[in-house]
């Protein structure tokens, strides 16, 4: 099993930046990936970035490529998600999710939150115009 804890989350006027932090436990995290997915209210939720935790390889969704940055810390066993230039349209609660690659597996698919067993609580963001 893996927690994860979210934190970090607020209300900023457009233009302003927000980090957002993941708190992961229960297991290491050396074969997973580490995504961060946000769901509005009526739509579905949506692939927003994503780290391997092992190379650091990072995956972005194109409405956040440029504005957003995935990092992981591997001694604290954190995740962050550095939000810039947000705008009300990033409005959402954000989740931490984590998925596990079995030794052997080729295919990755790290937008679907279908691949992900493991999610946080989620944390409110709230972006003004």
């Known amino acids: 099993q893996v927690q994860l804890v979210e934190s970090g989350g607020g209300l900023v006027q457009a233009g302003g930046s927000l980090t957002l932090s993941c708190a992961a436990s229960?297991?290491?995290?050396?074969?997973?990936?580490m995504g961060w997915f946000r769901q509005a209210p009526g739509k579905e939720r949506e692939f927003v970035a994503a780290?391997?935790?092992?190379?650091?390889?990072?995956y972005y969704a194109n409405s956040v490529k440029g504005r957003f940055t995935i990092s992981r810390d591997v001694a604290k066993n954190m995740v962050y998600l550095q939000m810039n230039s947000l705008k009300p349209e990033d409005t959402a609660v954000y989740y931490c999710?984590?998925?596990?690659?079995?030794?052997?597996?080729?295919?990755?698919?790290?937008?679907?939150?279908?691949?992900?067993?493991?999610w946080g609580q989620g944390t409110q963001v709230t972006v003004s115009s």
């Open positions: 780290i391997s935790w092992n190379t650091a390889s990072t």
């Open positions: 999710a984590a998925q596990y690659v079995e030794e052997g597996r080729t295919v990755i698919v790290v937008t679907s939150p279908i691949g992900y067993a493991y």
């Open positions: 229960g297991r290491t995290l050396s074969r997973y990936y």
